[in-house]
């Protein structure tokens, strides 16, 4: 009986620790900058990036003099993708860093997750997350840089409409990202004329799905199918996929532009299409191309930096970066409320992630234009036009 | 049918390194009656060691094999360092003190390889097999191959060998396989040795399909308990059918109904096992020593 209780008590203790926590690295100086990514976990690939990218141009900025005549000083913590360890470092950001702004917050989840505590202090917070329910309703201190799943969706199902598809099947993951782009394309899909005729989903440590593609794809009258997930799900999606010999189209997010995807699914890969930033085809963007010279440039310092391909969530949080400096410097001041009234009046930045134009009613500013059709074609990345 | 025949290719896939798991849960239970809660990061080792050997330019059979031995020392270390240390304290003292080297085991693996997922190619192509309009990866018959090698030696080793017969011997009744003259401790040490190279092959076997990264081992330690405590805690029988049990339920559980639920299914079988039939299927019967 002690035996059986206390194996009990024990199991519940190892599900509780799933996780192990990260720590903070700090130093002195002057413009203190919070964030707070999931450096490690199941959503790692947008952390890790995000993470390097703000430390690389942090110490360009202030080996260039700063802000505003002052040093920026950078605080990370590692949310480890949990929701709540987001908010506990969100708590500290505020009253214990006292920081005068935050570029971060990695999925949709940890953002939303901290949102209320920057809203009640006032701090402005750019957010790297991929959901539309960040920016929407509009929060007076809240933006953010990714493209939204909507916007994903728009894309996705435009590209559709071009290839006479209207039948389709989704696999989404159970993380914050994947429910939210369910929903948004659930939402958007009548208006393309596209009817989904099974919708399946995966937890995010799901190691396995081809139950759910089978039930896709004994669907009838399917044509293509839609994956809206991040992290190593979507590539398990896509070797189970080739794995069932399913033949229809398969489209994945903008949540999985990064190189590591194409090594995680392999060969199976081929074919696949997605909606993604400028940034993945940087170097096949034509001359004229208006965003050429940012994505180039910002792909050239990562990759000589770190040694390792660049992904589109490290330009994130490059474009959320520059657009706080960019408002700073406006402002003159790192006042919450002054940085905030400036980052709204962004007009004609352009970034990573493509022509930034907010608003009081728009604090994202990029439309559909930003997002390019992308196919993995011999393990490479292509323009589809 | 053929979905049916789908979802069970997908549940016995999954169940066969459940299994792996659950064995080597059960081959230290019984040497020592501690549930060693970083059997998962033995799987994590395997493939994570492997990835990394074989990035580094070795041949795959050669980078297998020494990702076998680090994981197969990691459990002698483990058994040397953290448990005979603490020799004399309580069993769940025990089990507390494998939480907590799993939590070391898998930050060091965060600092030592990295936080990335990655990928081993399959062993024999990626060429699905059609069996009766239902798909199999090549690599899924390595998985399940694997498993049954493994299954048959360890019943050739402890039923055919004087090694094995006295790691039995030690799990009946230690004191007196002391008596008789069985190196208790070296025992302890083979058995540690021995559930973690079966924990590393079944990480090696499964990355080319599940992919494999720092923290996969957390999970798979939770369906690999959820098995040994539906077999019966100590039955090598019935680790080899908990497991097939459980990927199956989970496989079948997502198919027909809801994918949402799929990592619950194991977790309700635990709490099932332990309310319902808390010595598992294959258990001993209870006798209570006066």
């Known amino acids: 009986m002690f035996r059986k209780r206390s194996l009990m008590a024990l199991f519940a203790a190892v599900a509780a620790l799933a996780v192990t926590a990260g720590g903070p690295g700090a130093a002195w100086a002057e413009i203190k900058i919070g964030s707070v990514l999931s450096v490690t976990g199941p959503a790692s690939f947008l952390g890790d990036p995000e993470d390097k990218t703000l430390k690389m141009y942090v110490d360009k900025i202030n080996a260039g003099g700063g802000v505003l005549g002052e040093k920026l000083e950078l605080v990370i913590y590692d949310d480890g993708g949990d929701a709540k360890k987001a908010r506990t470092f969100a708590t500290r950001l505020i009253e214990e860093d006292e920081v005068v702004a935050m570029v971060g917050g990695s999925t949709t989840g940890t953002t939303m997750a901290m949102v209320p505590l920057f809203e009640e202090a006032e701090i402005p917070f750019i957010s790297l997350g991929g959901a539309v329910v960040i920016i929407d309703p509009v929060k007076d201190f809240v933006f953010k840089t990714p493209h939204t799943d909507r916007m994903a969706c728009e894309k996705i199902f435009e590209d559709m409409k071009a290839r006479g598809i209207s039948k389709i099947g989704m696999i989404s993951g159970t993380g914050g990202f994947g429910k939210s782009m369910r929903g948004q394309c659930l939402d958007v899909a009548g208006g393309y004329g596209i009817e989904v005729v099974a919708d399946e989903t995966y937890g995010p440590k799901d190691s396995d799905m081809t139950p759910q593609l089978t039930n896709i794809k004994n669907a009838d009258g399917l044509q293509a199918v839609v994956n809206p997930g991040f992290g190593q799900g979507p590539a398990i999606v896509t070797r189970n996929y080739a794995q069932l010999g399913i033949s229809q189209p398969l489209y994945q997010s903008h949540g999985v532009a990064s190189k590591s995807f194409i090594e995680l699914a392999g060969e199976t890969a081929e074919g696949v299409r997605l909606p993604a930033a400028a940034l993945l085809v940087a170097d096949k963007l034509p001359d004229s191309d208006p965003q050429k010279k940012v994505v180039t440039d910002y792909k050239a310092a990562f990759e000589a930096k770190w040694n390792q391909p660049v992904s589109t969530f490290g330009g994130h949080a490059y474009d959320g970066l520059f657009l706080l400096i960019e408002a700073m410097k406006r402002a003159g001041s790192t006042d919450g409320k002054a940085v905030r009234d400036e980052l709204r009046k962004t007009k004609d930045f352009m970034g990573t992630a493509g022509l930034v134009n907010m608003s009081a009613e728009d604090h994202l500013g990029l439309d559909l234009s930003a997002f390019r059709m992308l196919e993995i074609r011999k393990g490479d990345w292509a323009l589809v036009e | ?290």
């Open chain 2, 1 to 290: 049918m053929s979905e049916f025949l789908q979802f069970a290719f997908s549940g016995i896939t999954v169940g066969a390194v459940y299994a792996m798991v659950a064995l080597g849960f059960t081959i230290i239970y019984n040497a020592s009656d501690v549930v060693n809660f970083a059997q998962g990061e033995f799987v994590m080792l395997g493939g994570m060691s492997t990835v990394f050997l074989a990035a580094f330019g070795l041949p795959l059979p050669l980078a297998a094999l020494l990702a076998i031995l680090i994981a197969a020392l990691t459990g002698v270390a483990l058994n040397k360092l953290v448990i005979e240390p603490a020799r004399d304290a309580s069993v769940v003292t025990l089990i507390i003190i494998t939480i907590g080297a799993s939590i070391f085991l898998r930050g060091i693996a965060q600092v030592i390889f990295d936080k990335q997922f990655h990928r081993l190619p399959s062993f024999s192509g990626d060429d699905p097999i059609a069996v009766l309009g239902a798909s199999l990866t090549p690599q899924s018959l390595w998985v399940l191959g694997g498993a049954a090698v493994i299954v048959v030696l360890l019943y050739v080793f402890f039923n055919r060998t004087l090694f094995g017969k006295s790691i039995l011997a030690t799990s009946h009744n230690r004191l007196a396989a002391q008596l008789v003259g069985v190196n208790v401790r070296f025992v302890l040490m083979i058995s540690f040795a021995l559930s973690a190279a079966i924990g590393a092959v079944a990480g090696i076997l499964v990355t080319p399909i599940t992919l494999t990264s720092y923290d996969v081992g957390t999970m798979l330690a939770l369906k690999g308990f959820a098995a040994a405590m539906l077999g019966g805690m100590g039955n090598p029988i019935g680790a080899v059918v908990g497991g097939l049990l459980v990927g199956l339920a989970e496989a079948l559980g997502a198919g027909y109904l809801s994918s949402e639920y799929k990592d619950a299914v194991a977790f309700v079988i635990i709490l099932a096992v332990l309310f319902f039939l808390p010595r598992g299927l294959f258990g001993k019967t209870g006798t209570e020593r006066v």
